[in-house]
């Protein structure tokens, strides 16, 4: 019973002092060298358009995401229950500095061309989320890498709270209750929009500063 008591024990201190150790670790980085790549390191370029984890959504391709973070990915048509499909590639273990988590970018490619790449698809399966996946035909392959990323998703492993959000990001120009305990800060120079949740992992996403819409008006309009 000891034993389990213990486990116990740690696993809730792990819950409770994942926004210190993301600090801590970025302190104890910060002494060191200066990290590079990580989630609140938004770099706006001349052009009015932001550069984050090495990529510039809106004009980075799925092929300079391979150049940059590597090539362990998976690109497929996902396609949830009752809404559009969508083409994705996804990196399941992705290093943002020292920051670990899931990376999903979501392709700009018209409704038409995504549906003739799921009639070509070699195999689908469900996913635990219920949704459909579609693996590319190999001939679709070349023209995915080549599209651009319009949303750049990415799911810290450790969990967040408002303090370290606001103290990486600044605060916000709005925050907007969601469901399921979820509040969205958003910062729409950055083309950025942070989904804090009280039961699940944070979500990141981030747009090109002029598409910021969408991201917020599907937010706004539940509102």
Known sequence: MLRYGVVGFLFLLTLVAGPLLWDMADSDRD?????????????LTPDGDTRVFGLIPGTSRIDDALAVLGDDIDIAIVAPPA???????????????FVTGKLVLTVDVP???IDAMRERAVRSTYMESAARKYVLHPDDLAAARAAPIRVITFIPSVDLDEAVIIARFGQPAMRIDGSDGVEHFLY??????????TRG??????????????????LLKRN
């Open 31 to 43: 002494s060191v060298e200066p990290a590079e790549g990580l989630p609140w390191q938004i770099v």
């Open 83 to 97: 809404r559009p499909a969508r083409l994705e590639a996804y990196f399941s273990a992705m290093r943002a500095g």
């Open 111 to 113: 409704d038409d061309v």
């Open 188 to 197: 729409p120079p950055l083309g950025l929009d942070i989904a804090l949740s």
């Open 201 to 218: 992992k944070e979500v990141f996403q981030y747009v090109a500063p002029r598409d910021f819409a969408l991201l917020s008006d599907p």
